[in-house]
């Protein structure tokens, strides 16, 4: 069962396009990532799938319309949520509890985001980014969600506020929650979804695993050669020479050594080896051009 279906979704503020036609279907149990920049349309999208914001085409959540599902089977994080600053996360997440009949364990959820007794007892406004970013992923667990959006949900924490937040995602899915969530981080995208979705300036331009779209869109795996060599030797793979480097083409990094005994016997002295594969970064610009995700980006999210 797809726990999430959008088929020609559109919005528009007066002349301005936000979304443009997109279609997607989640999976009941699934991780599913829309990345873009800023202004892509991402959290628009998030709000027609939620129903807080009108749209057309048609969007199904569990089976009705984004405003007739059980309000107390979805979680949502916006990118932009501030709670209560002078209440601990215990408290926070006690209060949130009560306004549903039947609520996580505030202690349950603590234990879940992973905050300690100490961070547990220290007002919000105090805590690091990282503990403040799960305090408000709890906050959206108290229901315990069939389905959860996540806005943006590491954007301003720190790198190891970040993993930790991921480990504490990748429980969740474990345990069979659906996730849709927004980012600009391929990173994220890339370690946490099942499929990913690229959005830009309002449209859908490909949606698959992240393996998937790297295969098909990425280009090629690259071996570069640092050298002073004046010519190209003779390899099994495409090489060009420019620059003082030496390009080879589309090698796999079981072949590195290879072609690095080839150059040998050739009599090519280097100085240095990069090799590169590409990656959801590659993909996007390949796609995209210039709009590339980490890109600031002004309009509508």
Request: net charge negative; proline share 5%.
């Amino acid at each position: 069962m797809d726990a999430l279906v959008a088929e020609d979704v559109g919005r528009r503020y007066g002349d301005t396009v936000a979304l443009d036609g997109v279609s997607l279907r989640v999976g009941a149990g699934e991780v599913f990532a829309l990345v873009g920049p800023n202004g892509a349309g991402k959290t628009t999208l998030v709000r027609a799938l939620t129903g807080t914001t009108d749209a057309t085409g048609t969007i199904s959540v569990l089976g009705e319309s984004p405003r007739a599902v059980n309000r107390e089977r979805l979680g949502l994080l916006p990118q932009d949520f501030t709670p209560p600053e002078r209440l601990t996360a215990r408290e926070l997440l006690a209060f949130y509890a009560g306004l549903y009949d039947d609520a996580r364990d505030p202690a349950d959820l603590l234990a879940t985001v992973g905050l300690d007794e100490a961070a547990a007892d220290t007002h919000y406004e105090n805590l690091s980014g990282g503990q403040q970013r799960r305090t408000c992923v709890g906050a959206s667990l108290v229901n315990d969600p069939d389905v959860l959006f996540l806005d943006e949900p590491t954007t301003g924490i720190d790198p190891a506020g970040r993993r930790a937040l991921w480990d504490v995602l990748e429980d969740l899915a474990d345990a069979g929650t659906t996730i849709f969530l927004t980012t600009h981080d391929m990173a994220e995208a890339e370690r946490l979804a099942d499929r990913v979705g690229l959005l830009a300036d309002g449209s859908l331009l490909a949606v698959d695993a992240p393996a998937a779209l790297v295969r098909e869109y990425g280009g090629e795996q690259v071996l570069r050669v640092g050298t002073d060599a004046t010519e190209v030797p003779a390899l099994d793979y495409a090489a060009d020479l420019a620059d003082g480097t030496l390009t080879v083409q589309d090698v796999p990094p079981t072949a590195i050594g290879e072609v690095v005994a080839d150059l040998e016997a050739a009599g090519v002295a280097y100085d240095e080896l990069t090799w590169t594969e590409p990656d959801l970064e590659d993909v996007y610009m390949a796609l995209a051009g210039d709009d590339s995700p980490g890109s600031e980006g002004g309009g509508l999210a």
